[in-house]
């Protein structure tokens, strides 16, 4: 069936091909996206109503049901956060069989750099006039720039000269430039007026929009809000997925992607410049995540050197979890754990009456159930159902 | 191995400065001012001359050429994310070191300040003060910023009986776990949580709360403490929650949007406070904000903005401006390090007064010589009471001030540089209250 992914050249592909390549992989993201939402849903509401009797002070099943739209918009921007991240990993894994553990730290540059960009519009002055749309596009393009270019100048340095070398080789040496990103970034923020903890400044994106008002009682209404940073990354996050699925199901490029991906000699007695396609898959892999940062910088509004860390490590396990090298895969792994965090997050506190704090332990059960989907399914949630890489 | 060799260096030179000052004699002392006072007598001290120096454990002391170096450390994160208030211990401690460092030069000392850089973390201290202990010209401590660094580094300090003078530990454990070298310059947690608690109830006039902290000692233990009296007091607690999270609230904000608080306490440090408090103004929480000193810092309105406006929070230590006898202090900091003093650096300028106060009664008692860390710290501890420049301290038996100040203060409405609108922080109210 791999063979099957790689049409013969002179056949022209049709309007309805390409629509189907690009948003196929998609419509199985979203069938996940739904079922994880409805499944983690009806759990959590089952929960709640065999408890019901253990609290007497609030109505379990009702607080449950009120914060519910609100964990599940948390859920999916952290979700798409995980998704953007591991996209970079699981391209690299299925191109070089190699995880650049550096990634994080690319992630956490891009985050920088918008807020280099943030503070540079601001103290000439043009940021408050500036209107949303425009500066989320610009600053987005910028992280991408600065991330892209140093996640192939990276490559050039750190990995390209080990290619040949044992694979722990090039692990240690992303380690090391993990570590030395981390450092560099510390030293220029300190040094150029930044500070460790930057103030990522936006123009105002208004007050969140109010979807609904829930009644808990006759004198109190909870507010269901949405973000609009939150609905910018959402929608950011979805543009560039299909980018992504189209560049590399249904272009030239793309094709040559999945033949290094298949099987790097061959690909290169095909006439495919493999080393060029290795440099693009980092470029690819590291504009994502540069995109990432500026809109997770975007959402939360400070950032520091080491803010890549736990989310690269998350995003890692995404795409561990939705089967190594296999783009869909990335996306719905990082879907279900962000689903899987906003849901611990927000209720073991509940549900367990304030004896467990729900945001320390989101971790520990989170990965917890992700350690039991492995034990399962060991190649990963999509690893099975499609065997090509990339 | 690496100590004994140490060990063995430090004997090493010892001897070689000994024999060069018994055969040059006139070499140039730096500024001796009392010539006539006798020169050390017995260049090789014999061992019964301390009886209370465990065998071994330090070598012997130059005693000649200007009567050797006296090093007071500090240790405090000089770098990441609680840098701001970490740099300002050193620069307080060593501009204190740089006025009142005279008492012992005359003396015929060498002074000089060894910083640490602790990075607010434990394991990081606990390192340092290995270093700092198996440095026998450092007699005196002064720090740390976070209690739960100082915890950790506090049973090696005691090991070798050195005396750490903290300008910043609020938690009560600093004191009350029997450290007889622990001694502060500033309040406690259990009485900021409670003053917080009392504020919040009548002042402010909250009806529930909901509690976050940051899950290390000083946060968490600030934030069960203000638990502990609102429960007492009849102020409803809707959650207790611990984070370690630097950056993604949301997970937090949700439930807290859901049970509708009056009031969030947020017990922990500047750095975590900010993207919090933002994030929750942009989920259209309506709470007030309440918190303890270590949200003391300008970074708080920096990157926070108009969040935290108008807030209230506790602290053990006011603006600088807030202190008369501060006024030189807070120049000679503007002029030297070209910024304000940011807080708990005139607390360190006056933990510095104590360290050195105390290393001079000492070596007047050792006949001038240089005295050993024990004596240091006897001497701390017999000092009385010492007039320094943000209050009036004399410690009890634990190494607590009798009698310490708690502020509750509001951030500053106005706009403008976060550094420069900081220091027009009100004082809403000042407390005197003696420790428990």
């Known amino acids: 069936m791999a063979v099957a992914a790689i049409p013969t050249p002179i056949v022209r592909r049709t309007l309805r091909m390409t629509l189907a390549s690009v948003f196929g992989p998609l419509g199985q993201v979203f069938l996940f996206v739904v079922g994880s939402a409805v499944v983690l849903s009806v759990v959590t509401v089952l929960i709640a109503v065999l408890l019901r009797g253990t609290r007497t002070d609030v109505d379990l099943v009702q607080a449950t049901l009120v914060i519910l739209p609100q964990v599940l918009i948390d859920g999916l921007v952290r979700g798409f956060l995980f998704a953007t991240i591991a996209l970079g990993y699981t391209m690299v894994y299925g191109v070089l069989e190699f995880i650049n553990f550096a990634h994080g730290e690319i992630f956490m540059v891009g985050a920088f750099a918008g807020a280099a960009f943030g503070s540079v519009l601001a103290s000439s002055g043009v940021l408050s006039a500036l209107p949303v749309p425009l500066y989320v596009v610009v600053a987005v393009l910028v992280g991408m720039a600065v991330s892209g270019l140093l996640a192939v100048s990276i490559e050039r340095?750190?990995?390209?000269?080990?290619?040949?070398?044992?694979?722990?080789?090039?692990?240690?040496?992303?380690?090391?430039?993990?570590?030395?990103?981390?450092?560099?970034?510390?030293?220029?923020?300190?040094?150029?007026?930044?500070?460790?903890?930057?103030?990522?400044?936006?123009?105002?994106?208004?007050?969140?929009?109010?979807?609904?008002?829930?009644?808990?009682?006759?004198?109190?209404?909870?507010?269901?809000?949405?973000?609009?940073?939150?609905?910018?990354?959402?929608?950011?996050?979805?543009?560039?997925?299909?980018?992504?699925?189209?560049?590399?199901?249904?272009?030239?490029?793309?094709?040559?992607?999945?033949?290094?991906?298949?099987?790097?000699?061959?690909?290169?007695?095909?006439?495919?410049?493999v080393n060029q396609i290795i440099a693009l898959t980092f470029l690819i892999g590291g504009a994502l995540g540069g995109a990432a940062g500026v809109l997770f910088g975007i959402r939360v509004g400070t950032v520091n050197p080491y803010v890549g860390f736990l989310p690269g490590l998350k995003a890692f396990t995404a795409a561990v979890l939705g089967g190594i090298g296999n783009i869909p895969g990335a996306m719905v792994g990082g879907i279900v754990l962000g689903f899987l965090e906003a849901f611990v997050a927000s209720y073991l506190s509940l549900m367990t009456a304030g004896a467990f704090s729900g945001a320390s332990y989101a971790d520990i059960v989170a990965f917890g159930i992700l350690i039991l989907i492995l034990i399962f399914k060991p190649s990963g949630l999509l690893g099975e159902a499609v065997s090509q890489k990339v | 191995m690496k100590k004994q060799q140490l060990a063995?260096?430090?004997?090493?030179?010892?001897?070689?400065?000994?024999?060069?000052?018994?055969?040059?004699?006139?070499?140039?002392?730096?500024?001796?001012?009392?010539?006539?006072?006798?020169?050390?007598?017995?260049?090789?001290?014999?061992?019964?001359?301390?009886?209370?120096?465990?065998?071994?454990?330090?070598?012997?002391?130059?005693?000649?050429?200007?009567?050797?170096?006296?090093?007071?450390?500090?240790?405090?994160?000089?770098s990441g994310g609680q840098?701001?208030?970490?740099?300002?211990?050193?620069?307080?401690?060593?501009?204190?070191?740089?006025?009142?460092?005279?008492?012992?030069?005359?003396?015929?000392?060498?002074?000089?300040?060894?910083?640490?850089?602790?990075?607010?973390?434990?394991?990081?201290?606990?390192?340092?003060?290995?270093?700092?202990?198996?440095?026998?010209?450092?007699?005196?401590?002064?720090?740390?910023?976070?209690?739960?660094?100082?915890?950790?580094?506090?049973?090696?300090?005691?090991?070798?009986?050195?005396?750490?003078?903290?300008?910043?530990?609020?938690?009560?454990?600093?004191?009350?776990?029997?450290?007889?070298?622990?001694?502060?310059?500033?309040?406690?947690?259990?009485?900021?949580?409670?003053?917080?608690?009392?504020?919040?109830?009548?002042?402010?006039?909250?009806?529930?709360?909901?509690?976050?902290?940051?899950?290390?000692?000083?946060?968490?233990?600030?934030?069960?403490?203000?638990?502990?009296?609102a429960e007492k007091n009849g102020l409803q607690v809707l959650g207790f929650e611990g984070t370690e999270e630097k950056s993604n609230f949301e997970s937090i904000l949700t439930p807290i949007l859901a049970a509708n608080p009056d009031l969030i306490y947020f017990g922990g440090i500047y750095d975590q406070a900010a993207p919090l408090f933002r994030q929750a103004r942009d989920r259209g929480i309506t709470a007030k904000f309440l918190g303890p000193d270590g949200l003391d810092s300008p970074e708080l309105l920096k990157l926070a903005g108009d969040a935290v406006k108008g807030m209230y929070y506790t602290s053990v230590a006011a603006p600088v401006s807030q202190f008369p006898d501060a006024a030189k202090f807070a120049e000679d900091y503007k002029a030297k390090y070209n910024e304000d003093a940011p807080p708990f650096s005139a607390q360190a300028y006056d933990a510095m007064g104590i360290c050195i106060r105390a290393i001079k009664d000492a070596a007047e008692k050792?006949?001038?010589?240089?005295?050993?860390?024990?004596?240091?710290?006897?001497?701390?501890?017999?000092?009385?009471?010492?007039?320094?420049?943000?209050?009036?301290?004399?410690?009890?038996?634990?190494?607590?001030?009798?009698?310490?100040?708690?502020?509750?203060l509001q951030v500053s409405e106005e706009d403008g540089d976060p550094a420069v609108v900081w220091n027009k922080n009100a004082v809403v109210k000042k407390l005197e209250i003696p420790a428990p």
């Open chain 2, 8 to 78: 063995f260096h430090i004997a090493l030179g010892a001897t070689l400065a000994a024999l060069l000052a018994a055969c040059a004699q006139p070499t140039p002392a730096p500024q001796q001012p009392e010539p006539t006072q006798p020169p050390a007598a017995e260049p090789t001290q014999p061992p019964a001359a301390e009886p209370t120096q465990p065998p071994a454990a330090e070598p012997t002391q130059p005693p000649a050429a200007g009567k050797g170096k006296i090093k007071i450390a500090t240790q405090s994160p000089l």
């Open chain 1, 157 to 273: 340095v750190a990995y390209r000269p080990l290619r040949g070398a044992p694979r722990l080789v090039p692990l240690i040496s992303a380690i090391g430039v993990s570590l030395l990103l981390q450092d560099a970034v510390r030293l220029i923020a300190n040094l150029s007026g930044l500070g460790f903890n930057a103030r990522f400044q936006t123009p105002n994106f208004g007050p969140p929009i109010r979807l609904a008002e829930i009644p808990v009682s006759p004198d109190r209404a909870i507010p269901l809000i949405l973000d609009v940073r939150a609905l910018t990354f959402i929608i950011a996050a979805i543009l560039m997925l299909i980018g992504l699925n189209y560049l590399v199901n249904a272009t030239k490029l793309g094709t040559a992607i999945r033949a290094v991906a298949q099987d790097r000699p061959t690909a290169s007695l095909m006439g495919i410049n």
């Open chain 2, 83 to 229: 840098a701001a208030l970490g740099v300002g211990i050193r620069n307080g401690a060593e501009l204190g070191l740089a006025d009142m460092g005279k008492m012992l030069t005359d003396l015929g000392f060498e002074v000089e300040l060894a910083p640490f850089d602790d990075q607010a973390k434990p394991e990081v201290g606990a390192a340092n003060a290995k270093n700092i202990a198996s440095d026998p010209d450092i007699l005196c401590v002064v720090g740390h910023l976070n209690s739960g660094v100082a915890l950790a580094s506090l049973p090696t300090y005691r090991d070798v009986s050195l005396a750490m003078v903290s300008p910043a530990n609020t938690n009560p454990k600093i004191t009350e776990s029997g450290y007889p070298n622990a001694f502060r310059v500033v309040g406690r947690d259990d009485v900021q949580g409670a003053v917080g608690e009392e504020f919040a109830r009548t002042e402010m006039g909250v009806k529930s709360v909901y509690i976050i902290h940051d899950k290390t000692d000083y946060g968490q233990g600030v934030a069960e403490f203000f638990r502990q009296q």
């Open chain 2, 366 to 408: 050792n006949g001038g010589n240089k005295p050993t860390r024990e004596q240091v710290l006897q001497a701390i501890r017999e000092g009385g009471e010492y007039k320094g420049i943000t209050g009036t301290y004399k410690f009890n038996a634990k190494g607590d001030p009798e009698k310490a100040v708690y502020f509750v």
